[in-house]
């Protein structure tokens, strides 16, 4: 408006020239036109001074409140509190000293333990993946210090991170993501903590809720790295708990055996719960015959032929693992307070090969029991049994349980060494829990009872501490606990002194009576057992 202050809608410059404006944008055309620099059509911010009296210091200021030294104390001692107690966790968890892993391979390419590392690399906004780290953490430290109120304090968190990835579940963008699968996989680890026991009905929900939760996301979702570490590292679990319920897991489709692994590289491990993934739907088969009114004695000679060649394969795993990566058979110890039924241990050079093992005894084992019981039923109609000629043994030698229970229990003393963390025993909760079982149906007492000690002082000494601390003997003194030092010379300040003499112990500091001399973990750098099992005759890619 011409002659009114204040109302012109020019530019700046052509207001300052007190020219006529065209307001055309970005560059009005007088500007372009007299070739200036046009200001456009911001207006500069104007000041004005004035006295503060009451009423503008009341429309302008707002009140102070000074914060409360309570609430920021605890959530200063909240975070010092996680950050300790993560800290404390992967002593406690982990193994470490001569039972890490060296192998580059592995660790870059396949580390099925990896997954709880993976925690520190992702994003903790999620406030399940949060509470459900901050919960295992405190729980492993409230364990190894027995203290009441870190026991109180991880509970807590617990039920808070159930409720929080309870709502995660609902919502449709969080359900899918890798925060929700690794809460829930940290819930079930620490379930496991809390009640080592693989028919737990906590924990196998916790196991087959991960399962459904992978079997949503879909197998492509697990091509990338993170993603496909958590893949791995739920494979195990979830064959556990399929060959507890007896059916058919969706590990076994293809399209999981393949899409996973079009960007990673699969270890020998991988190829062994390759195989292994069929035998819960071989269980699920023979359980449906078992109902069946009548005998069906081609569809079990059918389903036998396929453990046949399922027990071959993973014979022929077995057979074409590298030198370096087989066990060495060494004596017992001495300070084993229960009386141990076999005469040599199985002693390992990481963590990582004891584990393969342990899972290839409990799948042969589990195996052998249901060809078992189908030879049986065959027997029992009076059909003649045809020996698997592909195999070229016959099939009592090569469905015989009982050297497989036999390794799973030589395996335990390594599994339940310091070194070992809690990781350990629970690698040997399910095997050994498989073994018992035989044992108990062929009625060995001494094998079931041996197991049934030996795991209740490891369980004492590593998962219960709290209650195994009003049990055992008064503390021991400074200086006998100084004496009490791991097989690499270390002192450990995570389990309780007086219950270290529960499983034997190898000084492996002395190369001169190691079991293990000359399979120093040092060689395995850059190296994968499957390279060997693939020059044996492998088929698999």
């Known amino acids: 408006m011409v002659g009114v202050p204040g109302k012109s809608k020019g530019c700046n410059t052509c207001r300052r020239r007190k020219k006529g404006c065209d307001q055309r944008r970005p560059i009005c055309g007088q500007c372009e036109f007299s070739g200036y620099h046009c200001g456009g ?7 004005v001074i004035h006295p503060a009296t009451n009423a503008v210091r009341r429309a302008v200021f707002l009140p102070y409140v000074a914060p409360n030294p309570l609430s920021l104390l605890q959530s200063l001692n909240r975070n010092a509190l996680d950050s300790q107690c993560r800290g404390l966790f992967w002593q ?7 039972c890490m892993c060296r192998d580059q391979f592995i660790l870059q390419y396949g580390h099925p333990m990896n997954w709880a590392e993976l925690v520190r690399s992702l994003p903790h906004e999620d406030t399940s993946l949060s509470d459900a780290f901050s919960a295992l953490s405190i729980s492993g430290a409230a364990r190894g210090n027995n203290d009441t109120r870190l026991i109180n304090e991880s509970t807590r968190l617990y039920g808070k991170a159930l409720k929080e990835l309870q709502l995660a579940l609902y919502d449709p963008a969080k359900m899918r ?27 196998l929900a916790h196991a087959q809720g991960a399962a459904r939760l992978i079997q949503l996301r879909g197998p492509a979702l697990h091509r990338e790295w993170d993603a496909h570490h958590s893949f791995l590292a739920s ?59 009548t005998t069906n004695t081609s569809r079990l000679l059918h389903l036998l032929k396929e453990c046949a060649a399922l027990q071959t394969q993973l014979n022929k795993w077995r057979d074409g693992t590298k030198p370096s990566a087989v066990p060495v058979a060494v004596k017992h110890g001495a300070f084993d307070p229960h009386l141990y039924p076999f005469d040599t241990d ?19 084992l589990t195996l052998a029991e249901a060809a078992l019981e189908i030879i049986r039923l065959l027997t029992t109609a009076q059909e003649s049994l045809v020996v698997d000629k592909t195999a070229n043994k016959s099939l009592s030698t090569l469905f015989d349980p009982e050297p497989h229970a036999r390794d799973i229990c030589r395996i335990v003393s390594y599994c339940t060494q310091r070194d070992m963390g809690a990781l350990g ?53 400074n200086s006998q606990a100084g004496n009490c030092e791991n097989p690499v010379g270390e002192k450990s300040d995570i389990f309780p002194r007086d219950e270290l003499k529960a499983a034997p112990r190898l000084n492996l500091t002395d190369t001169a009576h190691s079991p293990l001399t000359g399979l120093s973990t040092g060689i395995f750098v850059r190296e994968d057992p499957s390279i060997y099992y693939q020059v044996v005759g492998s088929d698999n890619t």
Request: glycine share 2%.
């Open 235 to 293: 494979r195990v679990p979830t064959l556990y708990a399929a060959i507890l319920s007896r059916q058919a897991t969706y590990l076994a489709q293809q399209s999981w055996l393949t899409v996973p692994w079009e960007k990673q590289l699969r270890t020998y491990f991988d190829r062994l719960v390759d195989a292994a993934v069929h035998i819960p739907g071989h269980l699920e088969t023979l359980d449906l015959l078992q109902d069946s009114p």
């Open 92 to 98: 406690y968890y982990m193994p470490r000293g001569d």
């Open 346 to 364: 199985l002693w390992f050079a990481n963590h990582l090969f004891a584990h393969a093992r342990l899972f290839y005894c409990t799948c042969s």
């Open 177 to 203: 993501s890798d925060q929700t699968l690794m809460a829930c996989m940290l819930l079930g680890l620490y379930e496991m903590l809390q009640e080592p026991s693989p028919t737990s009905p906590r924990w």
């Open 425 to 477: 025993p629970i690698l040997v909760e399910f095997p050994t829990t498989v073994a018992r079982q035989y044992y108990q149906r062929i009625k060995r007492t001494e094998a079931t009872q041996w197991l049934d000690s030996t795991l209740a002082d490891v369980r004492a000494r590593v998962l219960y501490a709290h209650e195994s601390m009003s049990k055992s003997s008064p503390t021991s003194t």
């Open 41 to 47: 059509y911001n207006r500069d911010r104007s000041f």
